[in-house]
């Protein structure tokens, strides 16, 4: 096989760099620049840590586990072929399915958040407008080449990256006295501020899973490796590298972060109680920065979050579109969209894709956006149940591997402390899962609008995964039958 080629006519175009920062583009956006806030205000800053330690332990062992089956077999749409594979094609369909859906319903979240951040500078201009015009932007860098949107995102996320440095080091300057901002005498910048009130560990065991929910959708992208792996210039060396530095950059980003905002902003902030899309001076990294003195801090961080929100779609529309495309491959989407350009990019699947992101957009500018709220429920907990579907698939790879005489020292990747590691990440994944909204079941009448809406992504999940088993009669695969051999490199 052409190393410049994938198993499905996909350009080899993205180098290490390129899959590090598609990760980090793809999880590190509005879930840290705005949400974090919300979290520490509601959880406390021990327990917002907290949060993100455990989920970080869950992300690192899907990581690892994603990493050694997209080192070995580094496939485009990495998840349908992994589940069609090792386990069940009626999984793999589901699991497709489920992942397309989930992003191309978030390319069309991200464009209302766009809509909403550019009424900072153009509040006369209708919100219509704007996402027409960052959709077209993101359509263009996917449309181009591989190459192009690798290069846009590399770019995208090194802003953020730069971003998120300087709110360390600024932070760290003040906590330590070496920069003196504007902050009441009573709370300088430390332990006093980490432990001011019910602090730091706040409303218990509920509140920490509500935060654990909320940092789980912050960590979603990281999976993104798995998507690009059919695309990587060679995989069993680049893929291997960018798990290796992702995630600890990522942890690393995202603890320190929660950490400097903790000894700086007290967890009861009136500023970090008004958390919200609307109000970009209620960031966390917006307070931290005026305190230090920066007057500009709020023009600034929009800029910022602005670009978080344009790698985040642009992230997006490359997973739904590899998804489709590969789905169209393998027979388990319409034919037609497989179709690729002359320099190798899905098009077809491409625009299909930007066209219900569109219509899914378009539902939320409804005075009943009850559908979009619907559609943003369901993708949400389609992340999560990607996970799991990682953990289920390396479970099965792995046995499937040694049943079939494989070595492990022959592995180009291999993920440690298995089967603890998937096993571990399984339950953390469905405990958030299963407790989203848990407090619709403890009050004295069960909150059943609450509780379908929650949870709505479930029986969508199921009812793609049974369907397919009953109308195309499929059956687990044996370890025997496991296809470890195409798509290899």
């Given at each position: 096989?052409?190393?410049?080629?994938?198993?499905?006519g996909l350009?080899?175009?993205?180098?290490?760099?390129h899959l590090s920062?598609?990760a980090?583009?793809g999880?590190i956006?509005?879930?840290?620049?705005l949400?974090s806030g919300a979290?520490?205000?509601t959880?406390g800053p021990?327990t917002?840590?907290?949060?993100y330690g455990v989920?970080?332990?869950?992300v690192?062992?899907?990581?690892?586990?994603?990493?050694?089956m997209?080192?070995?077999?580094?496939i485009s749409?990495?998840f349908?072929?992994?589940?069609?594979?090792f386990v069940?094609?009626a999984?793999?369909?589901?699991?497709?399915?489920n992942?397309?859906?989930?992003?191309?319903?978030?390319?069309?979240?991200?464009l209302?958040?766009?809509?909403?951040?550019?009424?900072?500078?153009?509040?006369?201009v209708?919100?219509?407008v704007?996402?027409g015009i960052?959709?077209a932007?993101?359509?263009l860098f996917n449309?181009?080449?591989?190459?192009?949107?690798?290069?846009?995102?590399?770019?995208?996320?090194?802003?953020?990256?730069?971003?998120?440095?300087?709110?360390?080091?600024?932070?760290?300057?003040?906590?330590?006295?070496i920069m003196?901002?504007?902050?009441?005498a009573?709370?300088?910048?430390g332990?006093r501020?980490?432990?001011?009130g019910?602090?730091?560990f706040?409303g218990g065991?509920?509140?920490f899973?509500?935060?654990a929910?909320v940092?789980?959708?912050?960590?979603m992208g990281?999976?993104?490796i798995?998507?690009?792996a059919?695309?990587?210039?060679d995989?069993?060396?680049?893929?291997?590298r960018?798990?290796?530095?992702?995630?600890?950059?990522?942890l690393?980003?995202?603890?320190?972060?929660?950490?400097?905002?903790?000894?700086?902003l007290?967890y009861?902030?009136?500023?970090?109680?008004?958390?919200?899309m609307e109000?970009i001076?209620a960031?966390?990294f917006t307070?931290v920065?005026?305190?230090?003195?920066?007057?500009?801090?709020?023009?600034?961080?929009n800029?910022?979050?602005?670009?978080a929100?344009l790698?985040?779609?642009?992230?997006g529309?490359y997973?739904?579109?590899?998804m489709?495309?590969?789905m169209?491959?393998s027979?388990?989407?319409?034919r037609?969209?497989?179709?690729?350009?002359?320099?190798?990019?899905?098009?077809?699947a491409?625009?299909?894709?930007?066209?219900?992101?569109?219509?899914?957009f378009?539902?939320?500018?409804s005075?009943?956006?009850s559908?979009?709220?619907?559609?943003?429920?369901?993708?949400?907990?389609?992340?999560?149940?990607v996970?799991?579907?990682?953990?289920?698939?390396?479970?099965?790879?792995?046995?499937?591997?040694?049943?079939?005489?494989?070595?492990l020292?022959?592995?180009?990747?291999r993920?440690?402390?298995?089967?603890?590691?998937?096993?571990?990440?399984?339950?953390?994944c469905?405990?958030?899962?299963?407790g989203?909204?848990?407090?619709?079941?403890?009050?004295?009448?069960i909150?059943?609008?609450?509780?379908?809406a929650?949870?709505?992504g479930?029986?969508?999940?199921l009812?793609?995964?049974?369907?397919?088993?009953?109308?195309h009669r499929?059956?687990?695969v044996s370890?025997?039958?496991?296809?470890?051999?195409?798509?290899?490199?």
């Amino acid at each position: 096989m052409n190393n410049q080629h994938s198993e499905t006519g996909l350009r080899r175009e993205l180098k290490a760099r390129h899959l590090s920062m598609i990760a980090i583009g793809g999880s590190i956006g509005t879930g840290l620049f705005l949400a974090s806030g919300a979290t520490v205000a509601t959880a406390g800053p021990g327990t917002a840590l907290l949060a993100y330690g455990v989920i970080g332990i869950m992300v690192y062992f899907l990581m690892t586990s994603l990493g050694e089956m997209a080192a070995y077999l580094p496939i485009s749409g990495a998840f349908q072929v992994y589940g069609t594979r090792f386990v069940d094609p009626a999984f793999g369909f589901a699991l497709g399915w489920n992942y397309w859906f989930s992003w191309a319903v978030t390319v069309a979240v991200e464009l209302a958040a766009a809509s909403i951040v550019m009424g900072y500078w153009f509040p006369g201009v209708p919100g219509v407008v704007w996402s027409g015009i960052f959709l077209a932007i993101v359509f263009l860098f996917n449309y181009i080449s591989v190459k192009g949107f690798g290069e846009s995102e590399y770019w995208f996320s090194l802003l953020k990256v730069i971003t998120i440095i300087a709110f360390i080091v600024t932070g760290t300057l003040m906590i330590f006295g070496i920069m003196h901002g504007d902050h009441p005498a009573a709370l300088e910048p430390g332990l006093r501020v980490f432990e001011t009130g019910d602090a730091p560990f706040v409303g218990g065991l509920p509140a920490f899973i509500a935060a654990a929910m909320v940092v789980g959708f912050s960590f979603m992208g990281t999976e993104l490796i798995g998507v690009a792996a059919g695309e990587s210039a060679d995989p069993a060396t680049t893929i291997p590298r960018a798990v290796k530095q992702v995630f600890w950059r990522i942890l690393m980003f995202y603890v320190l972060a929660i950490l400097v905002i903790g000894l700086i902003l007290p967890y009861n902030d009136p500023s970090l109680l008004k958390n919200g899309m609307e109000d970009i001076g209620a960031s966390p990294f917006t307070l931290v920065f005026k305190r230090a003195g920066f007057a500009m801090a709020a023009g600034l961080m929009n800029t910022v979050i602005l670009t978080a929100i344009l790698s985040a779609g642009n992230s997006g529309l490359y997973a739904s579109t590899r998804m489709l495309h590969n789905m169209a491959v393998s027979g388990m989407a319409p034919r037609w969209l497989g179709k690729l350009s002359a320099n190798g990019v899905p098009r077809r699947a491409l625009v299909a894709t930007s066209l219900i992101a569109s219509l899914c957009f378009l539902t939320s500018l409804s005075n009943n956006n009850s559908v979009y709220l619907w559609l943003l429920n369901a993708s949400g907990m389609s992340g999560f149940i990607v996970w799991l579907g990682i953990a289920v698939c390396h479970y099965r790879f792995r046995r499937a591997y040694l049943h079939q005489g494989g070595q492990l020292h022959e592995l180009p990747y291999r993920a440690r402390w298995f089967p603890l590691g998937p096993l571990l990440a399984f339950g953390i994944c469905m405990v958030v899962m299963l407790g989203q909204n848990y407090a619709a079941f403890t009050s004295s009448h069960i909150d059943w609008k609450g509780v379908v809406a929650t949870y709505f992504g479930i029986p969508l999940f199921l009812a793609f995964w049974l369907g397919y088993k009953w109308f195309h009669r499929t059956r687990v695969v044996s370890l025997a039958e496991v296809d470890l051999a195409e798509g290899r490199v």
